[in-house]
């Protein structure tokens, strides 16, 4: 074991972690290959326990199969002795929250080690935490050193958001309670704190002055597969714009905390999110677009549109949003942010670019363009960052020039695995580390700006517009003033 494997585990003390919908889709794609991946790092010890709750599943055996199988599917080289120590140290239990008699097991569990840290994992629809909340409280399973992670999206709306923040507050404080968004735990979200705040260069040019706008892309390839039911009733903007896309603009245009602790480092994402210019009825037409995809294409394979993935041909949901807002504020104050986000699109990536203004002089004697800086932070697939600059052309003959790159690539620099956004997130709700989670009054000023647009929409009738499957979305309708999409190095493959 490495010296820093020995240090990382020594800060980590024994633990439940409880799973509401321990049989679920999340669990197995997710909670399980995370703790496997922590386990084969020596930072959970065998004392620590996992109790894994189902409605309706009772056959252990058939379970602990299952999870085998699942773990194989997601972990490329899977260890067999990982796998069996961490199903091992699995008990399945079927516990309906609404059935009484379902509750002596679960209670008795707990009786065994009763000091424990307790982290009680929410893998349930939002419309449950409240009632969760409230049958540990009346089992008297809540103590100080309880925690509860929420996955998102929590609500449909400000409202609803509300009532089920309201609902979780009876039972726990603030401090209990981890709003989980797994963008945060991205090992380049991670590096963007790093990027900003431990490198001059980039911070004290980090303003209105030298920036001319921001761009942020998350595209995804895939339609809505199995997710059809969950994703027609929230849609791009609720399910990617909301969180995901406003989160890593909080990491971009927020002020440097006085110190990297949870409450200062979200006092200053809660000032960028209130910050942000809401929608009126003349902006909702010039500056969002919302689109849904039809058919297209992929290389040779014909993709359905998404009226026929989902089998419902009158809905309107959005699969595409794009749109420029602005961060009315000294540090940004002028400076148009690009968002994007689309569902069957060219191609999976996403990236956050930073575009500088161009020099206010061109003294070459060719007088050709010079391109401006331009610093791409790629998150996925190929984590890197990228710098684009002007350099001459090796030889005579003048001053010839063209911009160049100056790349990082994570995976040729980096030889060790990029742990997924889970671990770090789960290592860090067994610490108590609530810094990449949301506080709540985060998540309403993101409703409260969302709903700028939503209600907009609703009471201007905006309509979808279309795009083919396999393109790169109606986005250029919200650019102006010569600006555009900086070109990833993924238009330019071919589909």
Not at 222 to 232: A, C, K, L, N, W
Request: hydrophobic residues 35%.
């Amino acid at each position: 074991m490495s010296p820093m494997k020995r240090a990382e585990k020594s800060d980590i003390e024994d633990f439940d972690l409880i799973i509401f919908g321990g049989d679920g889709d999340l669990s197995m794609r997710k909670i399980y290959p995370a703790l496997y991946y922590r386990l084969e790092e020596d930072q959970i010890s065998s004392d620590s326990r996992i109790l894994a709750l189902s409605r309706s599943q009772n056959d252990v055996a058939q379970f602990k199969k299952e999870l085998n199988t699942q773990l194989r599917k997601y972990i490329p080289t899977p260890s067999d002795k990982v796998i069996d120590e961490l199903i091992g140290m699995i008990y399945l239990l079927k516990v309906d929250i609404a059935e009484d008699e379902s509750s002596n097991a679960f209670v008795k569990w707990f009786k065994s080690k009763p000091n424990s840290t307790r982290v009680f994992y929410l893998a349930t629809p939002a419309s449950a935490y409240g009632d969760i909340c409230s049958y540990l409280h009346h089992h008297s399973l809540i103590s100080s050193d309880t925690r509860v992670v929420m996955e998102k999206p929590i609500g449909y709306d400000l409202n609803s958001s509300e009532e089920i923040n309201d609902a979780v507050a009876k039972y726990l404080d603030e401090k209990q309670i981890y709003r989980i968004d797994h963008y945060l735990g991205k090992e380049t979200v991670q590096n963007l704190m790093v990027l900003r705040f431990a490198n001059n260069i980039f911070e004290s040019s980090w303003n209105s002055k030298e920036i001319d706008n921001i761009q942020i892309t998350v595209s995804e390839s895939i339609g809505v597969g199995t997710r059809g039911g969950f994703y027609d009733k929230y849609g791009a903007l609720r399910d990617m714009v909301q969180n995901h896309l406003l989160q890593l603009l909080c990491l971009i245009a927020m002020e440097a905390p006085n110190e990297l602790n949870a409450d200062q480092v979200r006092n200053e994402k809660l000032k960028v999110l209130k910050a942000l210019r809401p929608f009126n009825k003349r902006t909702i037409k010039t500056d969002v677009v919302r689109g849904q995809y039809t058919r297209g294409r992929s290389k040779e394979e014909s993709l359905p549109s998404y009226l026929e993935e989902i089998e419902k041909f009158d809905s309107d949901t959005e699969t595409f949003v794009a749109l420029k807002t602005y961060i009315d504020n000294w540090r940004w104050g002028g400076v148009p942010i690009y968002l994007r986000t689309g569902k069957r699109m060219a191609h999976r990536y996403s990236e956050i670019v930073i575009n500088f203004k161009n020099v206010p002089h061109n003294v070459f004697p060719d007088k050709k363009d010079i391109e401006n800086n331009r610093l791409t932070i790629r998150l996925q697939p190929e984590e890197g960052i990228e710098l684009r600059q002007m350099v001459k052309t090796p030889g005579p003959g003048g001053y010839r020039y063209k911009p160049y790159s100056l790349e990082l690539d994570y995976a040729d620099h980096f030889e060790d695995r990029f742990p997924d956004a889970y671990e770090r997130l789960l290592m860090d709700v067994i610490r108590g580390n609530q810094t990449l989670f949301m506080r709540r009054d985060e998540v309403k000023a993101s409703w409260e700006w969302a709903e700028s647009i939503l209600n907009h929409w609703s009471s201007e009738k905006v309509q979808n517009v279309l795009y083919e499957a396999g393109s790169w979305g109606p986005g250029d309708q919200i650019m102006n003033n010569g600006n555009k999409w900086a070109e990833s190095r993924y238009i330019k493959e071919e589909f």
